[in-house]
């Protein structure tokens, strides 16, 4: 996910095309975003338990590649946490760069890409602090923030 600080010139992250990420020798699939493909976090808080939603988790194919360029993707939020508090955005992220990858491949915009994101990290919210309260209110207006951030970034 190319997520950069709104200041820095957006135009550095649009200036060339279609970013690979199939596993190399070079750069397998990373162990660590495998396993956490694979890793549930647990139960939901206790709000949540009788409506837990689905957890957003990065794909088991996902190549974690912070050295990809010409664009930063393949390195879940890029310089942005990965988390807010409980609430995972590595999936959320993983999943956008590879959408990235494929709109780029199909010579598409990023639209959907920018909208799946807001919806997986708002799910994740969900899943971390169940369907009401504070804790849930700040996730979403920081997941509001990320796809703010990444629209900006990659205008259609």
């Not at 689905?54 to 879940?76: C, E, I, M, Q, W």
């Not at 990444?150 to 259609?156: A, G, K, P, Y």
């Amino acid at each position: 996910m190319a997520l950069v600080c709104l200041t820095f010139p957006a135009a550095l992250l649009l200036t060339s095309g279609y970013a690979a990420a199939t596993p190399t020798p070079e750069y397998p699939l990373d162990p660590a975003a495998e396993a956490a493909s694979k890793v549930y976090p647990g139960e939901p808080v206790p709000q949540s338990r009788s409506m837990a939603s689905a957890f957003v988790g990065v794909p088991s194919d996902y190549v974690y590649n912070t050295k990809l360029k010409p664009v930063a993707r393949h390195d879940y939020c890029t310089s942005a946490p990965d988390s807010y508090f409980a609430a995972d955005f590595r999936g959320p992220c993983a999943r956008h760069d590879m959408c990235y990858d494929r709109a780029d491949a199909a010579g598409t915009n990023y639209t959907a890409c920018n909208s799946a994101l807001r919806t997986d990290m708002i799910t994740n919210c969900i899943y971390a602090y169940g369907t009401s309260g504070t804790a849930l209110q700040t996730c979403k207006a920081t997941a509001e923030i990320y796809w703010a951030a990444v629209t900006v970034t990659h205008l259609d």
